[in-house]
Structures are given as structure tokens and as C-alpha cells.
């Protein structure tokens, strides 16, 4: 007899760097459907690890957005900067099993090297064998190996990555304190009972990683599923950066059906202005992850419902 299958729970863990938009939307949209039409938990947790980029306010109106997209989670909402202590256990497991060690290298030491999958650099292991400049406040990387990690993404498909050559011993504490994204998405995911992690697939490249630290760490595997994310005519990713203007809270009906739209589901047009709660009915019952284009971005505009109208 097959065991039974699990609860599902999804999550969306937003950075507060900004009040949501049409390309954050996505990923809530996106997680929150594959979740809920599993009957499955949603959860929000609010991925402020780096405190010096938090925007203030953004918190509040991002669950502000949320709610007035009817997207509503389970539970409390977790903080990341509440959960030092959870990545410092972490950390030291880690450290315990010689998997870390303290590197002093600046960003600037490091700028000539050739640069890893995310843009950052491809650490060519200076401190590998003992911190090079002592004096200095340390960072905490942790060793790679050659390994070909593999996993199946249930939208990108196959995806592989050798951590060594493609990304180098990276950072999971910095040199100022703070606990790195890396480090604390296992930590919290695997805390939350996450079994669901849907994405834009400007993380898949991070994936291998996080596959890597729940091995050492003895922590579960989740599935993985990276959307497409949300870029303009010059391929930037929507974003605060780019200027991608907040939600319309008080009628984000249009957006989701954009959003439903973007995601490849087909919302019937006469949902167009319907109230967000009437049309997350019909996504619920109507959604497939299958027909989320298995792309890593996608033109905003494709979505044939989309005006800047729509958008504050
Ligand atoms: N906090 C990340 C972001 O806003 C998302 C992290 C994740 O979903 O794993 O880009
Ligand atoms: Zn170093």
C-alpha cells in the first residue's frame, strides 16, 4: 500500500524592500494556488535577514496588498529577524562538522574574480585554509564540493549545478553579522514544515544551495517549482529598482487576472472585473501547475489584460 501523501504546505516569503507588485504578485499568486488547490496550509513569512534593506512601511503594505488580493495565510506571519538564534544553531552544526570557516576578504579584494552563476564573485578559496587577514571582522563561508546537485523543478524541468565551478564556497554569515538568505530560507522552511516552495525563477540558480545545506543539516527536501518571473521590454526584472508600480489595493482584481494570465491559466474574460474573491474561486478550482510556461521570464505585457490602468 502507498503511504498516504503528506499536508501540503506552500509559503511566499517576500523581502520588505518594497510594496508589492505585478512581479511579486506572481510568486503569492503562483504559491498560494498550488497550495490551496491541494488543500494544502499558506504561509507568509516576511524575509527581513538583512535588515538594512528593509523599507519602512514595507511590511505592512505588503500584507496590506495581500489581504485586499484576498490572499489570506495561515497562522501568524513569521520575521526573519526574529530567528537569530535558529540560524546561529544552524551555523554552529555546521561549523561542528567543518563545513565553515572564517574568511576576511572584502567584496573589493574580491571583484577581479570571475563571477559565479548569481553575479557574485566565484570565491577562489584565499581563506580555505585559515582567515588571511586576522585583524579583520570575519564572514562565515561554507565549503562546496564538485558534486553535480540535480533536481527535478516542476516547472523548469531538469535543472543541475556543480556548486564548486559554478559557484564557489559562499557566505552564510557576513562580516557585519547578519545571517545570509541562503542560510536562513533552509532554516525556515524546514522550521515551517514547507513542503512546497514556488518561486521566480530568479532563485532557481540558488536552489542547488539550499539543496546542499539541508543535506548537511539533516533537513528535508521540499519540492521546487520556479516561475517565470516578470521582466520589462528591456528584460529587467520588474522590481523597486526598475520602478514597477505598487498594486492598486483598492481594485487588484485586474492584476490577478493579468497575474492568472501571466501564470498561463486561462481566466474566463468576463472575470476580468470581478471581485478578487470570486476570481481566486475560480483559479482554485481551475489551476494547473502544468501550464505555467516553463520559462525563466516573460514580458509583462503578454498578458493580454494588462494596462498600466490597472496600476496606481
Ligand atoms: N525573499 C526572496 C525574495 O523576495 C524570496 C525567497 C524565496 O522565496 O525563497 O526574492
Ligand atoms: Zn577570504
Known amino acids: 500500500m502507498l503511504a498516504e501523501p503528506g499536508p501540503v504546505c506552500g509559503r511566499f516569503a517576500p523581502s520588505p524592500t518594497g510594496p508589492l507588485h505585478f512581479g511579486s504578485l506572481i510568486a503569492a499568486l503562483g504559491s498560494f494556488l498550488e497550495a490551496r488547490a491541494q488543500g494544502g496550509q499558506w504561509l ?79 570565491y577562489p578559496g584565499h581563506c580555505r585554509t585559515g582567515p588571511r587577514r586576522p585583524e579583520r571582522p570575519h564572514a562565515f563561508r561554507l565549503r562546496v564540493t564538485d558534486a553535480r546537485l540535480t533536481f527535478h523543478d516542476a516547472v523548469q524541468g531538469e535543472y543541475h549545478q556543480c556548486l564548486e565551478s559554478e559557484v564557489g564556497d559562499f557566505v552564510i554569515r557576513r562580516a557585519d553579522g547578519l545571517f545570509t538568505y541562503q542560510l536562513a530560507v533552509v532554516v525556515d ?38 516561475l517565470p518571473v516578470a521582466v520589462d521590454e528591456r528584460g529587467d526584472k520588474l522590481s523597486k529598482q526598475t520602478h514597477a508600480p505598487p498594486l492598486d489595493e483598492r481594485n487588484p ?28 474561486n475560480w483559479a482554485r478550482a481551475h489551476w494547473r501547475l502544468e501550464r505555467v510556461p516553463s520559462v525563466r521570464a516573460r514580458l509583462e505585457r503578454q498578458s493580454a489584460g494588462f494596462s498600466p490602468i490597472h496600476c496606481r
Do not use: K, M
Open 253 to 280: 482584481g485586474p492584476a490577478l487576472w493579468d497575474a492568472l494570465r501571466f501564470l498561463g491559466q486561462q481566466p474566463p474574460t468576463d472575470l476580468l472585473n470581478a471581485p478578487p474573491a470570486e476570481l481566486l
Open 44 to 122: 507568509v513569512r516576511i524575509e527581513d535577514v538583512d535588515a538594512p534593506r528593509t523599507a519602512p512601511g514595507a511590511t505592512e503594505a505588503i500584507l496590506r496588498t495581500l489581504e485586499s488580493c484576498r490572499l489570506f495565510w495561515d497562522g501568524a506571519v513569521w520575521y526573519q529577524s526574529r530567528r537569530t538564534e535558529r540560524y546561529q544553531a544552524a551555523l554552529e552544526a555546521l561549523s561542528h562538522a567543518g563545513q565553515v570557516y572564517p574568511c576576511t576578504c572584502t567584496r573589493r579584494e574580491l571583484a577581479g574574480c570571475p563571477r559565479g552563476r548569481d553575479g557574485s564573485s566565484l
Open 189 to 226: 522552511d524546514a522550521d515551517q514544515g514547507v513542503t512546497e516552495v514556488i518561486r521566480g525563477s530568479d532563485l532557481l540558480d540558488s536552489t542547488p544551495r539550499q539543496l546542499y545545506l539541508q543535506g548537511l543539516l539533516g533537513l528535508p527536501t521540499p519540492c521546487y517549482g520556479h
